[in-house]
Structures are given as structure tokens and as C-alpha cells.
């Protein structure tokens, strides 16, 4: 899947399917449902999982929080408008084509 097949997904009312867990969870973050990408991304125990979970806790305005998940996935505090940010996860997980583990 590319980028833009995965954003003009989000027309639809379910994620594609045999997309990893945290692709899952930023498509259903570009629903709308941060509750729902959160729940998925808390428990992927990767990296990738971490700046996830770090991007969505900066969305919901918990810097503290945000700050330690940047730390466990070895990512820089990101400055991205919250869209930019959004973009550049799923290319990098796009990218990765590996599945992330659960």
C-alpha cells in the first residue's frame, strides 16, 4: 500500500486489511479516534510502537509523556505540525514493511 492509498482509505469505515497493528492505529488517528489508535499502539512493544505512542500523546497535549516515549523510541521531540508528524510515521512504517509485533 502507498501513502496516498492509505489516506484516501480513510474515506472508508474500516482500515485495509493486512495492515500492521500500528498502521491500524495511525489510520484510525486520521479518522478521528485517538482512543482507538492509542489503545493499539500501547500495546506494540517496538520502537515503532514508542513513536506511535509518543505522536499520539503529543496530539493529546501530554508533552510529559510524549517526551518519554521520543526517549524509548529514539526519536527527537518532534516540532512537526501534528499533520507533518502524522505523514511522516506511516511513510517510515510504510517504509519498514515489517510487520510490528503485538
Known sequence: MTFDELKSSLSGDEPAPGLSPLLVAMWWDGKGNWGR???????????????????????????????????????????????AEWEEIVKALLASGTPDRK
Open 37 to 83: 489508535a492509542h489503545e493499539i499502539a500501547q500495546d506494540v512493544a517496538s520502537a515503532e510502537g514508542s513513536w506511535v505512542h509518543a505522536y499520539l500523546h503529543r496530539k493529546d497535549g501530554d508533552e510529559g509523556n510524549a517526551g518519554y516515549w521520543y526517549g524509548q523510541a529514539n526519536q527527537p521531540y518532534s516540532r512537526l505540525p501534528l499533520d
